[in-house]
């Protein structure tokens, strides 16, 4: 029996990953700035609304954007009465959403969003000397989202944010390394082309092979495939 699979709300996405995102597993999407992250968040939303079921989204960096779900679905009140939104605004905060997340899963949710899962991370971070505690935290937060996934059937959507190394400027890094790349059992980089192109590559999946990525266009009413 094949794994199943949750429609991305894009045919171009759907191709590219084999039918949708695993429901069993954490998918994270990286890449830089304006790369199109959030835009998959909310088609995988509207998605899975119309699906009949529900939305948990955790919206750290305030990226969620009401004039834009207004330009992907006329019926965006259906989406914002069936989605659970959170809008933590430090590490602890998002912190204290996870310790309660298991409790509110039910068969009613389809999927669960955090947008991005580095960002209130790397604030920590950067201004705390307590390195090795942060990414503990970070490490338990990973690991319920997992649990989530794996037991409930619920899948999993992180973003994350990325940046270059001191001495490979080329070279793209994950906020968060380890940590999220042993995590997701999916992961797929965003790069930006030009104007609202985009290219999508399948970096790590468990039965797709890497390959040299697709090209889209990211349009007012959706995302969809370029030649």
Do not use: W
């Not at 959170?86 to 009613?108: A, L, V």
């Not at 996934?149 to 890094?173: E, G």
């Not at 968060?176 to 970096?203: F, M, P, W």
């Amino acid at each position: 029996m094949g794994v199943k699979r949750v429609q991305t709300g894009a045919e171009v996405l759907d191709n590219a990953l084999g039918g949708g995102y695993e429901i069993d597993v954490i998918t994270t999407i990286y890449g830089p700035a304006g790369s199109g992250k959030t835009n998959l968040c909310l088609l995988g939303m509207i998605e899975t609304i119309n699906k009949g079921k529900k939305v948990v989204y955790i919206d750290t960096e305030g990226g969620f954007s009401l004039e834009r779900l207004k330009q992907l679905t006329p019926d965006y009140k259906k989406i914002l009465d069936n989605t659970l939104f959170f809008k933590p605004t430090s590490f602890d905060e998002q912190k204290k959403i996870f310790d309660k997340i298991k409790g509110i899963i039910n068969d009613k949710i389809g999927l669960i969003i955090v947008d991005s899962i580095s960002m209130l991370y790397r604030l920590e971070r950067d201004s705390n000397e307590e390195v090795q505690n942060i990414n503990r935290e970070l490490s338990l937060q990973i690991s319920i989202l997992t649990f989530i996934a794996r037991n409930m059937n619920v899948p999993v959507l992180l973003t994350n944010q990325v940046y270059s190394s001191f001495d490979d400027r080329d070279k793209v890094n994950i906020v968060g390394g380890d940590i999220l790349k042993y995590g997701s059992t999916c992961l797929i980089e965003l790069q930006k082309l030009h104007k609202n192109k985009r290219k999508l590559i399948v970096r790590k999946h468990r039965s797709l092979p890497e390959t040299d990525g697709i090209v889209f266009e990211i349009m007012e009413n959706g995302i969809f495939g370029v030649g």
